[in-house]
T-cell receptor, first 111, second 114 residues
């Protein structure tokens, strides 16, 4: 069945460091891929998405490229801030009604 | 635009009591999802509705849990009787079918069963 695997956390970085959170997927068909972010005490919210191979989603300095050949959708940011501390979820949608979420990766950014 | 609205935001109850969580999806969205989030089990999909009809309730943990969607603007998740292991954050999310299925989450209800 469809699934999403993302790197285990927590990830701890200093402010202005480079961030990569790995995400790989298994899916039949051609999924849309998402990154959601959950700030403390809040619900998940969409960070970025890509709907077809080689598309790059970007938002708030975060980027992820849909790589069909490696079935990956890694999240990157060039310079993280303390305010980026949150839990990040990779997700896929292949049609129908259900979105498959990864387990989440907690990011801590130190000042 | 108002987002997904959930109430109450916090609920503390005693074991054996009935708990009802409420959700108002975004207007125009026709899919609604209930999730549970705990440290141990992460984010779990409990049930989802499309056009007010339950499509898949295989994630509902046991018969103590039930969910309804009487109309397009309101859904409830009920736990009866509640148990301490039901303590979690419960999220409602909605989406508009045919738009790539971006889900919009509410702020959650933090439930503590003593």
């Amino acid at each position: 069945g469809d699934s999403v695997t993302q790197m285990e956390g927590p990830v701890t970085l200093s402010e202005e460091a480079f961030l990569t959170i790995n995400c790989t997927y298994t899916a039949t068909g051609y999924p849309s891929l998402f990154w959601y972010v959950q700030y403390p005490g809040e619900g998940l919210q969409l960070l970025l998405k890509a709907t077809k191979a080689d598309d790059k989603g970007s938002n708030k300095g975060f980027e992820a490229t849909y790589r069909k050949e490696t079935t990956s959708f890694h999240l990157e940011k060039g310079s993280v801030q303390v305010s980026d501390s949150a839990v990040y979820f990779c997700a896929l949608y292949t049609g129908g009604f259900k979105t498959i979420f990864g387990a989440g990766t907690r990011l801590f950014v130190k000042a | 635009d108002a987002g997904v609205i959930q109430s109450p935001r916090h609920e503390v109850t005693e074991m054996g009591q009935e708990v009802t969580l409420r959700c108002k999806p975004i207007s125009g969205h026709n899919s609604l999802f209930w999730y549970r989030q705990t440290m141990m089990r992460g984010l779990e999909l409990l049930i989802y509705f499309n056009n007010n009809v339950p499509i898949d309730d295989s994630g509902m943990p046991e018969d103590r849990f039930s969910a309804k969607m009487p109309n397009a603007s309101f859904s409830t998740l009920k736990i009866q009787p509640s148990e301490p292991r039901d303590s979690a954050v419960y999220f409602c999310a909605s989406s508009r079918q045919g738009t790539g299925e971006t889900q919009y989450f509410g702020p959650g209800t933090r439930l503590l069963v003593l």
